[in-house]
């Protein structure tokens, strides 16, 4: 299982909190232990000007993250619809991460 944020999965002051850490949060409370992947770069400076969120447009086919890569290859984009996956579908067994 694969999670692609920005810049990381730090606090936001942004109305909302920050969509990558929410989505990470989300993820480890339904007891994944998600890969993550930082692709900097600034979705809205369009594909020329963000070469690190290639494989994201070849995912989706837009620059925006999170975007879950479940171990199904199910690919989900969006913090929220993330978030309700993961309360959808809570780690069992030995998909739980071990602390
Ligand atoms: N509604 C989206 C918003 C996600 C969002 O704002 N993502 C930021 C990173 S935290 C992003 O990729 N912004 C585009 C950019 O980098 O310009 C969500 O909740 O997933």
Request: charged residues 25%; negative net charge.
């Amino acid at each position: 299982m694969k999670l692609y944020v920005c810049w990381g999965t730090f606090r936001s002051p942004r109305p909302g909190g920050h969509p990558c850490r929410n989505a990470h949060e989300a993820l480890l409370e339904a007891g994944w232990d998600p890969e993550v992947e930082r692709v900097y770069g600034l979705g809205v400076l369009g594909d020329t000007l963000n070469p690190t969120r290639a494989k994201i447009r070849e995912l989706t086919g837009q620059n925006i993250v999170p975007v879950l890569v479940t171990d199904e290859d199910e690919v989900i984009q969006d913090s929220r619809k993330i978030i309700a996956w993961a309360k959808a579908n809570p780690a069992s067994g030995a998909e739980r991460a071990t602390a």
